[in-house]
């Protein structure tokens, strides 16, 4: 019954390493979003989910980027080899469908610090 | 390539007052124009949101007026209340595109009491 979750809340890795960071959407949203937020920046689009289709991968930045998505539910997002520029807070948004005007519910976004 | 830019990038206005954000975008596929709301440590919340088929949409406080031709809309908030203070981004997306949201840069806003 609760919104968009996503862990951790903040995560601080060191450069070259691998994160998975975690996305638990609405229930029974069948369209789930990546988005990543520099810092002081407005939102950058990453990649969506819409049901069993093939997602979108269109705004992930690099090959070192990538995502997955069981079913209808959790998404988790990994990072290879981590660089600074990575730095960031990476926001998971889910929507009941993908729809013109269907509202994209966000989650609290997990803070990456990549020293 | 920024497809939607966003002014002024931070606003300080008295209690009472008009706060007023502007947005201009490029893609005239975009068809769908939200106004999202974000407090410090939180994700974006869904303020208001227009379709490209009306000039002007009205929700308590929050007005969004759209110009197509301009390519141009813009949230207005009425009696501003320091409640208010948070950051504020425009968006568009388009229906044939998964409804991804493209972003301006952000409004910060502050609301003197």
């Known amino acids: 019954g609760a919104g968009v979750s996503q862990s951790p809340s903040n995560k601080v890795t060191e450069k070259g390493k691998d994160v998975e960071l975690r996305c638990d959407p609405i229930s029974g949203h069948t369209a789930l979003y990546w988005y990543r937020q520099r810092l002081g920046q407005g939102l950058e689009f990453l990649i969506y989910?819409?049901?069993?289709?093939?997602?979108?991968k269109s705004g992930l930045p690099s090959d070192r980027f990538s995502a997955e998505r069981t079913g209808e539910s959790v998404s988790t997002l990994t990072i290879q080899r981590t660089q600074q520029e990575d730095s960031a807070v990476y926001l998971c948004?889910?929507?009941?469908?993908?729809?013109?005007?269907?509202?994209?519910?966000f989650g609290p976004g997990t803070r990456l610090l990549v020293l | 390539q920024q497809q939607v830019k966003q002014s002024p990038q931070s606003l300080i206005v008295q209690k009472g007052g008009i706060s007023i954000i502007n947005c201009a975008y490029e893609n005239t596929a975009f068809d769908y124009f939200p106004w999202y709301q974000q407090f410090p440590g939180k994700g974006p919340a869904l303020l208001i949101a227009i379709r490209p088929d009306v000039s002007e949409k009205k929700e308590g406080r929050f007005t969004i007026s759209f110009n197509k031709s301009a390519k141009q809309f813009s949230l207005h908030i009425m009696d501003s209340q320091p409640g208010d203070s948070a950051t504020y981004f425009c968006a568009a997306s388009r229906n044939n595109a998964g409804n991804m949201l493209t972003f301006g840069g952000g409004t910060r806003l502050m609301v003197k009491p």
């Open positions: 948004a889910s929507s009941l469908y993908v729809a013109r005007g269907e509202t994209q519910y």
């Open positions: 989910f819409q049901g069993n289709s093939a997602p979108d």
